[in-house]
T-cell receptor, first 113, second 115 residues
Framework: ETGVTQSPTHLIKTRGQQVTLRCSSQSGHNTVSWYQQALGQGPQFIFQYYREEENGRGNFPPRFSGLQFPNYSSELNVNALELDDSALYLC????????????FGPGTRLLVL | AQSVTQPDIHITVSEGASLELRCNYSYGATPYLFWYVQSPGQGLQLLLKYFSGDTLVQGIKGFEAEFKRSQSSFNLRKPSVHWSDAAEYFCAVGSPIYNNNDMRFGAGTRLTVKP
């Protein structure tokens, strides 16, 4: 069983640009959640996708959006990047919506200049 | 909404000493509780979890945690710390009602292990 992978590992963007981060869930995991972890902080829940539909969202503006694909991959898109968007972005997958355990990827480190 | 407080930002212990990391949560019912560990530049690894039943939970790497409803706490313990345990530790609370689609993490406790 492969783990959760994320790409790219690091990324540098400038303010106002758009970015797409990718996550490949473990095979068979139909639930994926995305988190933002600012430096020195715990992860903050952005949103969750279940069977390609958004299933819950944290306190993040609409410029944070996502997609989930049938092949267990997903994307996090952020438009109009701001300096405060600099963070580690983590995705986590679960085999079922009702499964309490999430498996985290290593994250993508985004720096906005 | 649920929330988590980790009162200790940084803890230093000597190798071989015992460890206790504190976690307090706020939630209206019995929550799902988790402890994760994060090494520098890495993602989160699940150490243990509590959903129901026995309030003393055993995890990986020799860690255990005890759920105390009366104190709204879920403290993590290890009887003898190893140098490789140096990392950031996060307590998290999830909601059984909302299928964990709003997991809340504490701010973390950074553990330093002295030789």
């Amino acid at each position: 069983e492969t783990g959760v992978t994320q790409s790219p590992t690091h990324l540098i963007k400038t303010r106002g640009q758009q970015v797409t981060l990718r996550c490949s869930s473990q095979s068979g995991h139909n639930t994926v959640s995305w988190y933002q972890q600012a430096l020195g902080q715990g992860p903050q829940f952005i949103f969750q996708y279940y069977r390609e539909e958004e299933n819950g969202r944290g306190n993040f503006p609409p410029r944070f959006s996502g997609l989930q694909f049938p092949n267990y991959s997903s994307e996090l898109n952020v438009n109009a990047l701001e300096l405060d968007d600099s963070a580690l972005y983590l995705c986590a997958s679960s085999p079922r919506l009702a499964d309490e355990t999430q498996y985290f990827g290593p994250g993508t480190r985004l720096l906005v200049l | 909404a649920q929330s988590v407080t980790q009162p200790d930002i940084h803890i230093t212990v000597s190798e071989g000493a015992s460890l206790e990391l504190r976690c307090n949560y706020s939630y209206g019912a019995t929550p799902y509780l988790f402890w994760y560990v994060q090494s520098p530049g890495q993602g989160l690894q699940l150490l243990l979890k509590y959903f129901s039943g026995d309030t003393l939970v055993q995890g990986i790497k020799g860690f255990e945690a005890e759920f105390k409803r009366s104190q709204s706490s879920f403290n993590l313990r290890k009887p003898s710390v190893h140098w490789s345990d140096a990392a950031e530790y996060f307590c998290a609370v999830g909601s059984p009602i909302y299928n964990n689609n709003d997991m809340r993490f504490g701010a973390g406790t950074r553990l330093t292990v002295k030789p």
